[in-house]
């Protein structure tokens, strides 16, 4: 049975819709009014591939949970042409999922669906090809009926993977999804995010590896809470610009009494 | 002989048929919804919330004396209002949920106890706490049929947004618009079968059949679609043996009930195929890889 689903086409049709550009309009972003991101301006063009790098605290996990829509901004807005914010796939860096949960790995993967299937729709069978060819294609097959406890930390993380290939969204957020996991993990899942760019899909990753943004992403953001740099990686990860992040950020726990003081109006100082 | 013991009570006594009707819905609808308790660690929510009803149902028995319609309105009230309260005070103060549960219940239990004392004596409060399943009217078998059936229809209307939920909330916030809504939903779940249950059992009795059933269906299987069927059904063979066992000995038919489910939890702590003790005493080899 196996060879045969195979013989379907391995890159998937879209069903999505075509990803619009997303552009972020004077974005002022955090958490209790404090900004985790200050007054950020960009356009993430469709199909692109952009890497958000820059020192701890410097936003990038905040910028992506905004994109995915699990937070209102606290100044300006994000302007999306086509689709919403459900209509992107997200993997944070620290996910809630209870790993103890009884659930097999096939159907946890399936749960990927739930967008197109509705909450209360039944899964339908194609969905069930589309499962088993994403738990191929992150080479998780054979573990279909495992409990997701009893998988390896990198295990998991190819099953988060297969999730986000069977959500099949034009827009993909990845928090560090390099974070704990070994190189061969790794260079599996970065091949899996160049097919997803060859096919036009949008992929935003926050990466530490600069390396890594180099060689994957054409289009890097460096943040520390404003933008230091966004344009191509090798103009935007210049040595200048990494100081000058530091610096950033080093800076910013120094006026941030100031910076509060300044806002306990409101934050609309747009 | 064992006819007598175990069909005759039944058949000749249309009050232990009310009995056994009425406890067994309460069983089938109240054990699903302990198992998810459970998955979400919350087991300690369901009693912290039948404390939280009985100030209600006392506002109700204070306004119309031992009234099915002003009880179970005032315990459905009180508890709707607590259970909301939480969600709320959770997701808006840094108090995390069980601290705020436990404070809200915890004055709500103080109130009604007061309140209950003000008028009418300790018997009455004794109902209220424990029940009395051998006194079902028509109006309390309905409710509990009827609330026992609104609860499994909607566990299968939103068991996927439940097992999300549990098992992934940001993912499902992220994909859906009705994830916020689904915690709340659960816990008025809860609240509507500890409303219901108390007539039967009495407001502490009633989440013992939530509870007891599920933990012990836990310890059998590791697969959610088996754990919430044998847990319903635990818990409507431990209303009937409970009810047999209190007709024999005179026992109170409440804490009967509860104790046969607490039997069962025991053995299955013992014997549980998928989790207990004695899976420990005898590891079979491991496997070649």
Redesign the interface.
């Known amino acids: 049975m196996g060879e045969r689903i195979l013989g379907v086409a391995l890159t998937s049709a879209h069903t999505a819709v075509a990803p619009g550009p997303i552009r972020l309009v004077n974005l002022t972003l955090g958490y209790d009014r404090h900004p985790a991101v200050h007054h950020l301006d960009g356009v993430i063009a469709p199909g692109a591939a952009l890497a958000v790098c820059g020192p701890n605290g410097a936003g990038k996990s905040t910028l992506l949970k905004a994109l995915a829509g699990l937070l209102a901004p606290l100044g300006g807005h994000i302007e999306r042409m086509g689709g919403g914010p459900r209509d992107v796939a997200y993997l944070p860096q620290l996910t809630d999922i209870d790993r103890s949960f009884p659930i097999d790995l096939r159907d946890f993967v399936a749960l990927g669906a739930t967008r197109r299937a509705g909450l209360f729709g039944r899964i339908a069978a194609d969905e069930t090809v589309r499962v088993t060819r994403a738990l191929h294609r992150v080479g998780l097959d054979g573990l279909e009926e495992r409990p997701i406890g009893t998988l390896s930390g990198g295990q998991m993380q190819r099953a988060l993977f297969a999730r986000l290939i069977v959500q099949d969204q034009p827009v993909i957020l990845l928090d560090e999804p390099f974070g704990a996991i070994d190189e061969a993990t790794a260079s599996d899942l970065l091949g899996l995010i160049s097919e997803w760019i060859a096919e036009g899909r949008s992929v935003v990753a926050v990466l530490h590896d600069l390396d890594l943004a180099r060689r994957a992403f054409p289009q890097t953001l460096l943040l520390a809470r404003q933008r230091i740099a966004w344009g191509a990686t090798a103009e935007t990860l210049t040595p200048e610009n990494l100081a000058r992040a530091r610096a950033m950020s080093a800076a910013y726990d120094k006026d941030a009494r100031e910076c509060l003081i300044d806002e306990t109006e409101a934050h609309d100082h747009a | 002989m064992i006819a007598e013991i175990f069909i005759t009570p039944f058949a000749d006594y249309e009050f232990m048929r009310r009995a056994l009707i009425g406890s067994v819905a309460l069983a089938l609808s109240g054990a699903p919804l302990g198992v998810f308790l459970i998955?979400r660690r919350m087991s300690l929510a369901g009693d912290a919330l039948s404390h939280a009803i009985l100030p209600g149902a006392a506002v109700g028995y204070l306004v119309a004396g031992l009234s099915l319609p002003a009880m179970t309105f005032g315990g459905l009230v009180a508890g709707l209002l607590i259970a909301f309260a939480t969600g709320l005070a959770s997701r808006f103060t840094t108090l995390r949920e069980d601290a705020s549960l436990a404070a809200f219940y915890l004055v709500s239990l103080a109130l009604g106890v007061t309140l209950v004392s003000l008028r009418g004596s300790n018997v009455d409060l004794l109902h209220v706490l424990f029940g009395s399943v051998v006194g079902l009217d028509d109006a309390a078998l309905i409710l509990l049929a009827g609330v026992s059936t609104l609860t499994l229809a909607t566990l299968a209307?939103?068991y996927?947004?439940l097992?999300?939920d549990?098992?992934?909330?940001?993912?499902?916030?992220?994909?859906?618009?009705?994830g916020e809504a689904i915690p709340f939903l659960f816990l008025a779940l809860v609240v509507l079968n500890l409303v219901a249950g108390f007539h039967a059992l009495g407001t502490l009795m009633a989440v013992g059949l939530i509870m007891l059933p599920a933990a012990a269906a836990r310890l059998w299987t590791?697969?959610?679609a088996a754990?919430l069927p044998l847990s319903a059904a635990i818990g409507a063979i431990c209303a009937y043996a409970g009810l047999v066992y209190s007709n024999e000995t005179g026992a109170p038919t409440g804490p009967a009930i509860i104790l046969a489910a607490g039997i069962v939890y025991f053995i299955s702590l013992v014997f549980g195929r998928a989790g207990g003790l004695l899976r420990l005493r005898r590891p079979r080899r491991h496997l070649e890889g």
């Open positions: 998955l209307i939103f996927r947004a097992v999300l549990t098992l992934d909330p940001m993912f499902l916030r992220q994909t859906s618009a009705v590791v697969r959610l754990t």
